[in-house]
């Protein structure tokens, strides 16, 4: 597996603002993943973050609400922009590929819990 | 795309009995099926996980086994204690077309002491 870390744990904002949370690896991996997890619903896969290219979005989420970095191997941002209430929730990064894993196997971050007033 | 369902929501049991949680799948090229517990507060933690060419799996006292023609896999949990007291999610993924995985909408699993 891999120790992952994410910044901050938790935060409350207000709303129009914007939020990053980082994500960092203790090891490099091929693919890093952000997932959101409303309260007390399941895990929704936001983008994928591929160092070296473009993040991948999925239906629903676009890159000028949700823009993602992904400097290097280890390491990936993800931004809530211009956040309102509807925000509110688990951020989750996740890793997977190269580095040891088996493929498609994924491990999660302990997560970015994130209010928005 | 892929829809998993997951069965069922909630559920308690007294410790050293049987938990089973199941969950079914509607896209047939999904050929990996890992479950994840989640304890409060914290990130989903991998717990098992089977691919299709197998029918069953075993981790002590975890098993998960997948059904294919019928499109369902289950998680069952024997001699159950109050540490497993958890969210657990099954989800689906095709290992041709990328790592997205597709989640169930998560058991509360109860065990009682």
């Known amino acids: 597996s891999a120790v992952i870390s994410q910044k901050p744990s938790r935060d409350i904002c207000q709303r129009g603002t914007s939020l990053t949370i980082q994500c960092q690896v203790d090891s490099q991996v091929t693919m890093m993943f952000w997932y959101r997890q409303q309260p007390g619903q399941s895990l929704t896969l936001i983008a994928t973050a591929n160092q070296g290219s473009e993040a991948t979005y999925e239906s629903g989420f676009v890159i000028d609400k949700f823009p993602i970095s992904r400097p290097n191997l280890t390491f990936s941002t993800l931004t809530v922009s211009n956040m309102s209430p509807e925000d509110s929730s688990i951020y989750l990064c996740?890793?997977?590929?190269?580095?040891?894993?088996?493929?498609?196997?994924?491990?999660f971050g302990p997560g970015t819990r994130l209010t928005v007033l | 795309g892929e829809n998993v369902e997951q069965h069922p929501s909630t559920l308690s049991v007294q410790e050293g009995d049987s938990a089973v949680i199941k969950c079914t799948y509607s896209d047939s090229a999904s050929n990996y099926f890992p479950w994840y517990k989640q304890e409060l507060g914290k990130g989903p933690q991998l717990i098992i996980d089977?691919?299709?060419?197998?029918g069953e799996k075993k981790d002590q006292r975890i098993a998960v086994t997948l059904n294919k023609t019928a499109k369902h896999f289950s998680l069952h949990i024997t001699e159950t204690q109050p540490e497993d007291s958890a969210v657990y999610f099954c989800?689906?993924?095709?290992?041709?077309?990328?790592?997205?995985?597709?989640f169930g909408t998560g058991t509360s699993l109860t065990v009682i002491p």
């Open positions: 089977i691919r299709s060419n197998v």
């Open positions: 996740s890793v997977g590929g190269a580095g040891g894993f088996a493929y498609n196997e994924q491990f």
């Open positions: 989800a689906a993924g095709d290992t041709n077309t990328g790592n997205q995985f597709y």
